[in-house]
T-cell receptor
Framework: EADIYQTPRYLVIGTGKKITLECSQTMGHDKMYWYQQDPGMELHLIHYSYGVNSTEKGDLSSESTVSRIRTEHFPLTLESARPSHTSQYLC???????????????FGPGTRLTVL | KNQVEQSPQSLIILEGKNCTLQCNYTVSPFSNLRWYKQDTGRGPVSLTIMTFSENTKSNGRYTATLDADTKQSSLHITASQLSDSASYICVVSDRGSTLGRLYFGRGTQLTVWP
C-alpha cells in the first residue's frame, strides 16, 4: 500500500466556492502529479511537479492551480468551482532519479468532487 | 499520436473462470507498459510493469504478456475471484521526456459474478 493520502475523499459544494484538494505523501518522492478522471474514461494529467517550487501544467487544460512549497505536499485549488469541474481527482507521486524505464507512479485514493 | 486502446470495454465472468484483457498501443519511443487495477472510488494500484525486453510477468493469479513488435499486451487472470471485480487499466510510458509521461487506456471494467 502506497503512503499517499488525499483529503477529502468526497466533496459536494455549490457553484462559485473556492476549494482546495489536499495531497500528501510520506515516501520522499520528488515528482508529484494531479490527474482528472471521469467515469469510464482515461486519466488525464492536469498538473505535475518535479520538486519544491516546481509546477507545470499537464496535457488537459484545467482552471485549477497547484503549489509545491514542501516536498510531501501538493495541494490543488479551484478559485471558483463550477459544475463542469465535477470529476474524480487523483494525486500520484514517483521518485526522482529513477530511470525512465521504471518511473512507477503511486496513486492516492482520489477525491470525488461534485459541484452543484 | 500516442494512444492506448483496450478491449473489451467491459466483461462479465463467473467466479473461478479465467479471462484475458487486451491492450494495443502506439506510444513511441516505448519505455515500459504496466497494468493497474482500480477498484471503484479508489486510485489505481500497479499489478505488473514490463520493459521492452520482457515478454511476460506474473503477479499471483495475474499474468501479463508484451509483444513489443506488434505493440500488444494482454493481462490474463486465472481462477477469478469476486474481489477481482474492478477496472483494469493499461498504461504505457515513453522515454522521450524526463517526466516519463504515462499514456492511459480507458480500462476494461471486469465484473465477477458468484
Amino acid at each position: 500500500e502506497a503512503d499517499i493520502y488525499q483529503t477529502p475523499r468526497y466533496l459536494v459544494i455549490g457553484t462559485g466556492k473556492k476549494i482546495t484538494l489536499e495531497c500528501s505523501q510520506t515516501m520522499g518522492h520528488d515528482k508529484m502529479y494531479w490527474y482528472q478522471q471521469d467515469p469510464g474514461m482515461e486519466l488525464h494529467l492536469i498538473h505535475y511537479s518535479y520538486g519544491v517550487n516546481s509546477t507545470e501544467k499537464g496535457d488537459l487544460s484545467s482552471e485549477s492551480t497547484v503549489s509545491r512549497i514542501r516536498t510531501e505536499h501538493f495541494p490543488l485549488t479551484l478559485e471558483s468551482a463550477r459544475p463542469s469541474h465535477t470529476s474524480q481527482y487523483l494525486c500520484a507521486s514517483s521518485a526522482q532519479g529513477q530511470t525512465s524505464s521504471y518511473n512507477e507512479q503511486f496513486f492516492g485514493p482520489g477525491t470525488r468532487l461534485t459541484v452543484l | 499520436k500516442n494512444q492506448v486502446e483496450q478491449s473489451p470495454q467491459s466483461l462479465i465472468i463467473l467466479e473461478g473462470k479465467n479471462c484475458t484483457l487486451q491492450c494495443n498501443y502506439t506510444v513511441s519511443p516505448f519505455s515500459n507498459l504496466r497494468w493497474y487495477k482500480q477498484d471503484t472510488g479508489r486510485g489505481p494500484v500497479s499489478l505488473t510493469i514490463m520493459t521492452f525486453s520482457e515478454n511476460t510477468k506474473s503477479n499471483g493469479r495475474y499474468t501479463a504478456t508484451l509483444d513489443a513488435d506488434t505493440k500488444q499486451s494482454s493481462l490474463h487472470i486465472t481462477a477469478s475471484q469476486l474481489s477481482d471485480s474492478a477496472s483494469y487499466i493499461c498504461v504505457v510510458s515513453d522515454r522521450g521526456s524526463t517526466l516519463g509521461r504515462l499514456y492511459f487506456g480507458r480500462g476494461t471494467q471486469l465484473t465477477v459474478w458468484p
